[in-house]
């Protein structure tokens, strides 16, 4: 089973597939970032 995350990704489709995962993968290492911050 899907989780919805991953639904509602598959569902989104953005004029530039690249563009968004670099800013994807850009948002999830802020956020790791941060929460290995938060743990330090």
């Given at each position: 089973?899907?989780?919805?995350?991953?639904?509602?990704?598959?569902?989104?489709?953005?004029?530039?597939?690249?563009?968004?995962?670099?800013?994807?993968?850009?948002?999830?290492?802020?956020?790791?970032?941060?929460?290995?911050g938060?743990?330090?």
């Amino acid at each position: 089973k899907r989780s919805d995350a991953e639904q509602i990704s598959l569902g989104f489709r953005p004029a530039n597939p690249v563009n968004f995962d670099i800013k994807g993968n850009v948002l999830a290492g802020l956020r790791e970032n941060q929460f290995n911050g938060r743990a330090n």
